[in-house]
């Protein structure tokens, strides 16, 4: 190695280097900020771009020079290497260096953990967030006592604090917008505080694979003023019954078809199958508004179809996928409501 070399290799990793930290800070890798911890996870980011960044560099380009400089050359094919037997100061180098920059990156990261944890004040909103394969739904604690939803609904600025549980599996629950996310554990509550900054409504999205439909578990969180969201809470408090209330539609069958009823198990069928006048995209089971359709089911093929999936499949799907328990986890006003609702929505009107 000459110090030319050594001059060159310096100049490749610097430059590249700072080509890398440009490109790699000009990029947008998030979405909109959307709650208080937002800018200080992504300075985080920002801080772990600039750290590794220059270490991938350096690497690769020692790795390539190496390569290229110490190549077998015609003639050396019956050459052994110069035996080498180590060397121990490099060794305690590469050990020391990295260790410092990690335990640095380390305490950085649970710094900035309990700071964006700190425990919320006191009389903080509480919404307590359920998983079940494969859709979320909501409890808002309110002066007026809980009210469930299918979408999630908060008040802009105002701190919040979710508690997190699966009635199955894991899922995890994450609002990229929000930055923080926290898996749901079958028999545990877990949790995490935050306060919305934007208006605007954000992807709810499971972070777990927790199952077939584990793409399609997602939903939305819509921050609204704090008088928009007073008078959202009270219309939906009012939808409140048994069934969760789903936002947009006062019928119990959509709120069935779209929330499902975490009181008694009923999983949401729009977490699923695609509804046009539901808004639901589900793609584990068929798409009703071709299936239904195609087949000119009656009111009461749909009930069969409900209460007894397995009976009839429809082609490309499988058995033993959608739960077969809706006769048992619905009431037959409920199993009525749905019916008549997906099949309104599908043949009834136009
Ligand atoms: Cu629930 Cu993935």
């Avoid at 035996?83 to 640095?104: N, Y």
């Avoid at 739904?137 to 007026?144: I, K, L, S």
């Avoid at 639901?280 to 007894?308: C, Q």
């Amino acid at each position: 190695m000459t110090a030319k070399n050594w001059i060159v290799l310096l100049a490749i990793i610097v430059v590249a280097s700072v080509i890398g930290i440009v490109f790699m800070l000009a990029l947008s890798w998030f979405p909109e900020q959307g709650s208080n911890v937002a800018p200080e996870i992504d300075t985080f980011w920002d801080v772990l771009v600039i750290v590794s960044v220059p270490i991938f560099v350096a690497v690769t380009t020692v790795m390539l020079f190496s390569i290229w400089r110490w190549r077998q050359r015609p003639g050396e094919e019956d050459l052994d290497g110069p035996p080498i037997h180590g060397s121990t100061k490099l060794e305690v180098i590469w050990t020391i260096i990295p260790t410092i920059i990690i335990a640095a990156l380390t305490t950085y990261a649970a710094i900035l953990l309990v700071d964006i944890q700190a425990a919320p004040a006191k009389g903080t909103r509480v919404v307590n967030v359920n998983g079940v394969q494969f859709a979320w739904d909501f409890e808002t604690q309110t002066a007026d006592g809980p009210v469930k939803t299918a979408k999630l609904y908060l008040p802009i600025n105002e701190p919040v604090k979710f508690n997190v549980r699966s009635k199955d599996v894991i899922h995890d629950f994450w609002v990229p917008a929000f930055r923080l996310k926290v898996d749901a554990v079958p028999g545990i509550t877990t949790s995490y505080n935050l306060t919305p900054t934007k208006l605007g409504t954000f992807d709810v999205v499971c972070a777990e694979l927790c199952g077939l439909g584990h793409a399609y578990m997602r939903q939305t969180v819509t921050v609204l003023t704090a008088e928009r969201y007073a008078t959202m809470m009270a219309k939906l408090t009012k939808a409140s019954g048994t069934p969760v209330a789903a936002a947009g539609g006062d019928g119990i069958g959509e709120q069935l078809f779209v929330a499902g009823n975490p009181a008694t198990g009923a999983t949401a069928c729009g977490a699923c199958h695609t509804l046009a006048a539901a808004g639901t995209t589900g793609v584990t089971g068929p798409n009703l508004d071709k299936e239904l359709k195609a087949d000119n089911a009656s009111a009461a093929d749909i009930m069969e179809m409900i209460v007894d999936p397995n009976k009839e499949i429809a082609k490309g799907y499988s058995k033993g996928i959608m739960p077969a328990n809706y006769a048992t986890t619905m009431t037959k006003a409920e199993l009525d409501a749905l019916t008549k609702y997906i099949y309104e929505s599908v043949q009834g009107k136009g």
